[in-house]
């Protein structure tokens, strides 16, 4: 990438030019010099000097955006030349959304690793929107998430599996007995809620309010799905996780509730660069994943859902 774009860049994130031209590898006085030959390309004022630091102005913030793109698409065309050349990859990054903690990805990462052993392989867990940035960043190779936004430029999705998101409960409690759990049903019950996932807790309380409920109450917050299955196979709370995970939350001593309709809903699957696509271990990633879903993430009935989908490359 040009460097006197990445420069401004680093300027504008850094709001400061002694910290950016560490990052740059220039002096101060060089740094300087470098944005105002830029202001005079664009014949416009990028940075408000303050005794704060420096501030975008509203031009800047537009070559900002526009930077960006020719950052990820810079970044992008070495990723796609280098896999016409080499065809693998040092360390290959796996980040992965609640659905997948369980089974899939542990799944995905041991069979990688032993088809791939010249290639690292890195599993992280975390939602889709913390994740995403990181993606087009490059420091992920592969997302397993939530598909509800249209992707940034250079990144392509694949739906795999419908996600249900419903309550779950230990095996002997009194809800555990009933066919189907009305809304009120949950009402004044305690919950331990994946502390990540910012949209679940929202979107529970947008189901107890369309419900008339009042707003639920969340006596814990958890980093770890697993945890939250632990603890409430111990005690009388309630949890959400999406229905995929029956067959794991069953270890727990744990049980979907057959609510009419979910609490939510929402397609799932992979999302990736378009530049990585054709690394054998992009596709081989790829392929594995319906099966993985099919094999582990067994759906009990209840929400009328049909069988996982596989999907293929887009040429």
């Not at 709001?15 to 101060?28: D, F, I, K, P």
């Not at 998101?165 to 004044?188: E, K, S």
Request: proline share 6%; net charge neutral; charged share 25%.
């Amino acid at each position: 990438m040009d460097r006197t774009l990445l420069a401004f860049l680093v300027v504008a994130e850094e709001g400061n030019l002694t910290s950016a031209a560490t990052r740059v590898g220039l002096t101060q006085p060089a740094l300087t010099k470098l944005i105002r030959r830029l202001e005079r390309d664009y014949d416009a004022l990028l940075f408000d000097r303050t005794s704060r630091g420096m501030n975008l102005t509203r031009a800047g913030a537009k070559l900002r955006e526009r930077a960006r793109r020719i950052e990820v698409q810079y970044r992008q065309s070495r990723e796609e030349i280098r896999s016409m050349v080499t065809g693998s990859l040092p360390q290959f990054s796996i980040g992965a959304g609640a659905a997948y903690h369980m089974e899939v990805a542990p799944d995905l990462a041991r069979i990688l690793s032993d088809e791939f052993p010249e290639s690292r392989i890195r599993l992280d867990f975390n939602v889709a929107d913390l994740t995403l940035p990181r993606l087009v960043a490059g420091d992920v190779d592969i997302m397993l998430g939530a598909i509800h936004d249209r992707p940034p430029d250079g990144i392509e999705t694949a739906e795999v599996i419908r996600v249900d998101i419903v309550p779950y409960c230990r095996r002997t409690d009194r809800l555990a007995d009933l066919d189907i759990v009305r809304p009120a049903d949950l009402a004044n019950r305690r919950w331990v809620i994946y502390r990540r996932d910012d949209a679940i807790v929202s979107r529970m309380a947008g189901f107890f309010s369309d419900h008339c409920l009042a707003p639920p109450d969340v006596a814990m917050e958890v980093e770890a799905l697993a945890a939250s299955f632990r603890i409430v196979g111990a005690c009388d709370k309630l949890t959400l996780a999406p229905l995929s995970l029956a067959n794991a939350a069953e270890q727990f001593g744990l049980v979907p509730l057959h609510l009419v309709s979910p609490i939510w809903s929402f397609g799932s699957g992979a999302w990736y660069r378009l530049s990585s696509r054709d690394y054998p271990i992009m596709r081989r990633a790829i392929d594995l994943l319906p099966q993985l879903v099919n094999e582990t993430m067994a759906i009990p009935g209840g929400y009328g859902l049909g069988a996982m989908k596989s999907f293929p490359l887009k040429e």
